[in-house]
């Protein structure tokens, strides 16, 4: 009567570990013979398909089923937000790209001055900055791909391989710093390497690998492995019609938008709020982190994401009307 009720640890009562196989790994393991193949592991440490065909229904009561299905999870129950984050991570970085482009648009240049600002003194280098949105999405996307990929997907690429992709991801980075270097110091840094090299080159190559690196978080599918199973064939004409929906709407959006966050700047100025972009780096220490600065950081950061949250919201109005 009682043996088949439900026993637990106190621990494990309101969440199983992450790495805990459930009946979802059970049915993708069986459904995959090669992976049935490869991982089902006898008491002696023999597989059970190496014994004749004869032999392997007796000698399932000898499968160590631990051992067999250490390795089979695809996906870890993680009870955090990097699960939400590995799933939308593209629309997340999609709206947060836009948005920042969208500020630095809007807000208007500051007034020439001597000292470098935090953000830049001219609009390109103030452009520029926004590139370093995607290796730092990059970082917080192999991150949350770690934390929630079982370690049948996990990816064990080669030290070389890693070490490229790292240098890869950097790029936006390290033109950034050249960029910043050489609007501190002028063009006769790069003068002493050639003539012919100017502050505007270097902006274009850190343009050139920031929209390379997007492109790839945007289009590249962020798997390991091969997929279980193919992907459905859609329509050429029916991804035509999305590709075209999605056009109209972003760019509907990213031209509405202008005016909102236009009057989100306004508010800031009326209300006298510090911005950090906007501040010398040569006065930023003296009072950093003062009263005055804390709240004025406080509210600015609530104004920004208030701002954002408001600004992705609408694109779900949109999904949900057309699609």
């Known amino acids: 009567a009682g043996r088949d009720q439900k026993k637990e640890h106190d ?23 090669r992976r049935l193949v490869k991982s089902l592991v006898l008491t002696d440490r023999t597989k059970l398909f190496d014994k004749p065909p004869g032999q392997r229904f007796a000698q399932l009561r000898n499968v160590d089923w631990q051992t067999s299905l250490k390795s089979v999870k695809t996906h870890r129950e993680v009870h955090s937000l990097w699960g939400l984050f590995a799933s939308i991570h ?58 929630t990929a079982g370690r049948s997907v996990r990816c064990c690429r080669h030290m070389a391989i890693n070490a490229l992709l790292f240098i890869l991801w950097s790029l936006p980075i390290a033109t950034y710093a050249v960029l910043r270097y ?37 289009c590249v599918p962020g798997t390991s492995s091969k997929p279980q199973w193919n992907m459905t064939r ?24 202008l005016n909102a966050v ?41 104004l920004m994401f208030t701002g954002f949250l408001l600004y992705i919201s609408d694109t779900q109005f949109w999904f949900s009307l057309g699609c």
């Open 11 to 33: 621990a494990l009562k309101k969440f199983m570990p992450a790495d805990c196989v459930n009946y979802d790994d059970w049915n993708e393991f069986f459904c995959e013979p």
């Open 262 to 302: 236009s009057a989100l700047d306004t508010a800031m100025d009326e209300l006298m709020i510090s911005r950090p972009g906007k501040e010398s780096l040569r006065d930023l220490p003296q009072y950093a982190f003062s009263p005055q600065w804390d709240k004025d950081m406080i509210e600015w950061s609530i």
């Open 90 to 147: 593209r629309v997340f970085f999609l709206h947060l790209m836009m948005y920042l482009l969208t500020l630095v648009a809007v807000v208007p240049a500051p007034p020439e001055s001597s000292y470098i600002r935090l953000a830049g003194n001219s609009t390109p280098v103030r452009l520029s900055a926004v590139g370093l949105l995607v290796p730092l999405h990059a970082a917080c996307w192999k991150l949350a791909s770690w934390f």
């Open 234 to 257: 859609v329509p050429f004409k029916s991804t035509v019609l999305r590709w075209l929906f999605w056009l109209i709407v972003l760019s509907l959006k990213a031209r509405l938008s």
């Open 182 to 218: 050489v609007e501190a110091f002028g063009d006769t840094v790069l003068h002493r390497l050639h003539s012919r090299l100017s502050m505007w080159m270097v902006v274009v190559v850190h343009v050139f690998v920031s929209v390379f690196g997007a492109l790839v978080i945007l």
